[in-house]
Structure formats: structure tokens, C-alpha cells
């Protein structure tokens, strides 16, 4: 279910955006290595529910340009890629929901363009400084990510075997298909790959200003690369409410392998939020 399918001129790319439904608007982002179908679970559900939904193909991604310098992909361009969407679109505020690098995006916007976000979710990917600052055995679980800034190997290994590597990523039947198709055109692997190849400051941790816009942080249990520790961390920089809410029996992919319970989530956050200035942490388990 998809009003429009839009393409715009936005920070100097042509970016592809969908856009469903009326009402409050949602900004759906997508992470590594998705497009905006990443979605496909949410974006009825929510529209039907009276938002305006509006799923983007982040830069380098489905149908949107893919520049091919390493540094066309910095965190600075992928944010003001979004607010430049929303200034295309005549969007002044957002409730935005953010997975992976999307969520790290989202992070980032909260923080640094506060006036447009109404309220932040991150799902499995917590404040940066709270993943720089968790330890030893969260660095171990990104330690994939040393092979992923290899130029050459990195194409060479996911592509290896019908790209038998990210099969391994998810259970959700037919999603490695949509990563293999989307990434198989010339440039595309590498412009994903790019967004870890030009962020490796994202590794310290960082004096970001703190977030004053309610968050909901959403973590699975079976996530193999972030553990519950970033998350519930990611309190720590956050001066509204903060609200940590555990997904079991999911893996990385939660919108996707635990979708009812993500979009339950997502709606009570959106219909039953306490007002900011109250504070304080929210804990429950989905």
C-alpha cells in the first residue's frame, strides 16, 4: 500500500522516498544492507493507524544515487541528506524510526537537529557513545566490521558462493534475495560498504549533545552484533524519557522476524507517550 513513490533532488543526489497514508508523519530509515522494503512490515499497519509514512532508500541504496567516493558517505551527508528530504517535502517535524544506520542517523538528527524530531525509536542500535563506551566483548561482536573496510575483500567475500555469507544474516525467507538483487548492480556493495568505510571515528566515543526528545530504544535478543548493554546504555545520553524495550526469540532484523510485536511497540510509544519533562527510564520486555 504505497500513495506515491517519489523521486527528489536532495543535497545534491536524486533520492527515492515513499510516502503512504495521512496524517502525523513517520520517517522510516533503513540500516546496512536494506532499502526501504525493509519496511514492507510496518508501513500498512501504521498508515492504517493515521500517519503518514515516509520510507526512503538512504544514499547508495534501491533506487537512489549512489556517489562513488568513500567519503560521499560520511554520517555529516546522510543527516543532512534526511533533512534536506524533509525541506524537499515541506516536513518540519518527524517522529523518527531508525534501524542500524538508520538508527545511528536517527541518533544524530536527535541530537543535532532536535527542532525536527518529535521523538526518536532506535531499534538494535543505541547512542554511539553508549556502543563506544561498552566494552570489550560489544567490540568483539563488531569485529566483522575490521572486514568489512577492505575494498576489494569485503565485495569479494559477501558476493562469494551466491552470497552465501549474508543468507546467513537473517531467517526471514526472501530477504537475502532482495540484499542480492539491490546490491548486485556495478558500484552498489561498495556504496554500502562506504558507510562503515567513512565513519571509523564512529569507533570513539563522542561529545554529541545530549538528546531531549523521548526515546524508545528497541533491542532483540538474538542480535549477534549489539548487545542489550549499548541500549540500555544509551539512557545515559538522553534527558527525556528514555524507554528500553526487549524483543525475545528475534534476531538483528526485529522489523522484519518480530514484527508484530515491533509494531505494537511502535504504536503504543507514538499514542501513550508521558509528557518529556517527566523523565526517567522505562523498562519492559515485548
Avoid at 518529556?276 to 515485548?286: C, D, E, K, P
Amino acid at each position: 500500500m504505497i500513495d506515491e513513490s517519489l523521486m527528489l533532488d536532495v543535497n545534491g543526489i536524486r533520492m527515492h522516498v515513499t510516502t503512504t497514508g495521512q496524517g502525523p508523519t513517520l520517517l522510516l530509515l533503513h540500516g546496512f544492507p536494506d532499502t526501504h522494503l525493509v519496511w514492507r512490515k510496518q508501513v500498512g499497519v501504521l498508515a492504517a493507524a493515521g500517519y503518514r509514512v515516509l520510507a526512503p532508500d538512504l544514499r547508495g541504496y534501491g533506487r537512489t544515487d549512489a556517489p562513488g567516493g568513500i567519503y560521499d558517505y560520511t554520517l555529516e551527508k546522510l543527516r543532512t541528506d534526511v533533512l534536506a528530504l524533509l525541506d524537499a517535502l515541506k516536513i518540519d517535524k518527524v517522529t523518527l524510526v531508525g534501524h542500524d544506520w538508520g538508527a545511528l542517523i536517527g541518533w544524530q538528527l536527535a541530537a543535532l537537529a532536535p527542532q525536527r524530531v518529535e521523538r526518536l525509536v532506535a531499534l538494535s542500535t543505541g547512542h554511539p557513545s553508549a556502543i563506544a563506551r561498552s566494552g570489550i566483548l560489544q567490540h568483539l561482536r563488531l569485529g566483522y566490521v575490521f572486514g568489512f573496510l577492505l575494498p576489494g575483500f569485503a565485495e569479494h567475500t559477501l558476493r562469494a558462493g551466491d552470497w552465501f555469507m549474508m543468507r546467513q544474516f537473517t531467517g526471514e525467507p526472501g530477504q537475502a534475495d532482495h540484499w542480492k538483487r539491490d546490491l548486485s548492480p556495478p558500484g552498489r556493495l561498495s556504496a554500502a560498504l562506504n558507510y562503515y568505510r567513512a565513519n571509523l571515528g564512529l569507533a570513539l566515543p563522542h561529545g554529541y549533545p545530549r538528546v531531549r526528545v523521548p526515546v524508545m530504544g528497541i533491542w532483540s535478543d538474538h542480535d549477534p552484533a549489539l548487545g542489550e548493554k549499548q541500549m540500555r546504555d544509551s539512557a545515559r545520553y538522553v534527558d527525556a524519557e528514555f524507554r528500553f524495550e526487549r524483543v525475545r526469540d528475534a534476531d538483528h532484523w526485529l522489523q522484519l522476524t518480530a514484527y508484530e510485536q515491533v509494531n505494537r511497540l511502535l504504536l503504543d510509544f507514538m499514542g501513550g507517550m508521558r509528557p518529556a519533562a517527566q523523565g526517567g527510564v522505562h523498562s519492559t520486555a515485548a
